[in-house]
């Protein structure tokens, strides 16, 4: 099969590559499409969790081609060869102590295909028959986008938020704007978002967004000023969506007392954002991380199957496989917002 293979940091080829076969509990599967995020970038320069030589891809919407042996029936019936199925990409031991004690995110073997293990940028590809949803009233250009709406949900589950929170979502990617359409139908009296692009803040606007605003990469302090004049006593709920070490050190100032910072976007891992202690201490204010998902398919799948997230928009650019150096720069392209790779192309 041919794959995209990032053979070091830095050094990503698509060549050929031994085909994979299904061991016990797996199934063989064609990816038909896979989205492109950023956590591909960091881990093409040697961040987050990657292991060389790695076939990337997180974001799967794949058919099932065969099934591996002692697949368990309940399994086999749901994810029958032919079938379209979502892959959850991520997966824990259930043995280790986080496992144990019911937090299977902090799970000490945490295995995610596409991360530090095979993924979805190749023609073929194997993973756990458990770990495999089928789809059922979404196609693959909506189902590609379960695995950033799981992450989604995960963020929604840890922010726990109050209804009725004015809440600033930073950033218009992808992910963030899957994140705003969950606050807005979980609770959130207002949602604002503030991005550096136009199209992105249309989009976004149409999704739900009751405030929009402009917040370029440089010059940034009358967008700051407009978003303290929106809530002037600072906003309930701050998410940084943006990974921008630059963009978080501002949240503090904008959100209100007793309020609370949500750390969405993921940042270099030697990043450094200078708080004030004090600051927190006296405003008792709360910051909070979300780290990807475990679980959370089934939710996503439900939300894209009903309508109540919305997608028409995001994905704007697809590549084959053999453009994938041009699908990792395609957020840089005119009115871009995902790109997403057919590897049977």
């Not at 990409?89 to 902090?106: I, W």
């Not at 929604?156 to 009725?164: E, I, K, Q």
């Amino acid at each position: 099969m041919r794959a995209v293979v990032y053979e070091q940091a830095n050094v990503v080829v698509v060549r050929d590559y031994a085909d994979p076969e299904p061991g016990p509990g797996e199934v063989l599967l064609r990816p038909v499409l896979t989205g492109v995020c950023g956590t591909d970038h960091h881990l093409l320069a040697g961040g987050f969790m990657a292991t060389y030589p790695l076939i990337p891809g997180h974001e799967i919407v794949a058919e099932v081609v065969a099934h591996g042996p002692e697949v368990d029936p309940a399994s086999a019936a749901r994810v029958a060869p032919g079938s379209l199925v979502a892959v959850d990409n991520a997966d824990v031991c259930r043995s280790c102590e986080y496992c144990r004690r019911g937090r299977p995110l902090y799970c000490r073997n945490f295995r995610s295909l596409g991360c530090n293990a095979p993924g979805g940028f190749a023609e073929l590809m194997v993973a756990p028959a458990r770990r495999c949803f089928a789809l059922a009233g979404i196609g693959p250009e909506v189902a590609v986008l379960t695995e950033p709406l799981a992450c989604a949900m995960h963020g929604a589950d840890m922010l726990a938020l109050t209804p009725g929170s004015d809440v600033l979502v930073l950033g218009a990617g992808p992910t963030g704007m899957l994140l705003a359409q969950l606050l807005l139908h979980g609770g959130a009296a207002r949602i604002t978002v503030a991005a550096p692009s136009p199209h992105k803040l249309e989009l976004a606007g149409a999704f739900g967004a009751d405030e929009t605003v402009l917040l370029p990469r440089a010059g940034q302090d009358a967008a700051y000023g407009k978003l303290k004049a929106l809530a002037p006593s600072g906003f309930d709920v701050v998410v940084e969506a943006t990974g921008a070490p630059d963009v978080l050190s501002r949240c503090t100032g904008l959100v209100g007392m007793g309020g609370t910072v949500m750390v969405y976007g993921m940042a270099d891992a030697d990043a450094m954002v200078p708080f004030s202690p004090y600051d927190i201490f006296a405003r008792e204010l709360t910051i909070k991380g979300s780290f990807a998902q475990i679980d959370c398919f089934d939710r996503a799948i439900l939300a894209l199957q009903t309508g109540r997230v919305r997608t028409e928009g995001i994905v704007t650019h697809s590549f084959g496989l053999g453009d994938f150096e041009q699908a990792l720069g395609a957020t840089r392209l005119p009115g871009a917002v995902k790109a997403v790779v057919d590897p049977q192309r």
